[in-house]
């Protein structure tokens, strides 16, 4: 495997917001209601800039595939973040790369001091909600706070432990 992960950096924003918008086109979640209405989506570098919050991309045999973040949550809950902005091409999927990313997320968000991460998703993404209950997210029956994401019909959350 031919995987790199590491931090986002600002060359990044372009090709990384074009990821996200063609994998959300791909499930009709090219509307407001999704990331796709998001006004950071071309400045994600900026935005993960700031304390508590990683992002990392994905490169695939050198070449830009996808990423993830997590940033902080309020919410009802003490120290929790939430997954962010998970995208991966089509051609990435079924790698081992979604795994990678997910597990070095974690492992950071736990030595941050987080307690849970949250995630919310949307129906038809079914296959990465396979890899979040693969790596002990648990459904829930109602969304955390206010993501602001309120077409996403599926939440999900993971205790962390603090490293």
């Known amino acids: 495997m031919s995987l790199q992960l590491r931090s986002l950096a600002p ?12 994998v959300l ?7 407001p209601g ?3 209405a998001d006004p950071e989506l071309d400045r994600l570098s900026q935005v993960y ?6 992002y990392l991309v994905a490169l695939w045999q050198g070449e830009l595939v996808g990423g993830a973040g997590f940033a902080p949550f309020p919410c009802e809950h003490d120290r929790v973040c939430e997954l962010q902005k998970m995208y991966l091409l089509p051609e990435a999927r079924g790698k081992g790369i979604g795994r990678a990313l997910l597990d070095a997320l974690i492992s ?16 038809p993404m079914s296959q990465a909600q396979g890899l979040y209950l693969s790596r002990g997210f ?6 955390w706070g206010e993501s602001g994401h309120n ?10 432990e603090l490293a």
């Open 138 to 143: 648990e459904p829930l029956s109602a969304p």
């Open 25 to 31: 086109t791909e499930y009709g979640a090219n509307r």
């Open 151 to 160: 077409a996403c019909d599926r939440w999900y959350a993971r205790r962390l």
């Open 34 to 36: 999704f990331a796709w």
């Open 11 to 22: 060359s990044d924003d372009a090709g990384l917001a074009a990821i996200i918008r063609q």
């Open 108 to 123: 950071s968000a736990s030595a941050a001091g987080y307690r849970h991460c949250y995630l919310e998703t949307f129906g």
């Open 49 to 54: 800039s700031h304390p508590n919050h990683h």
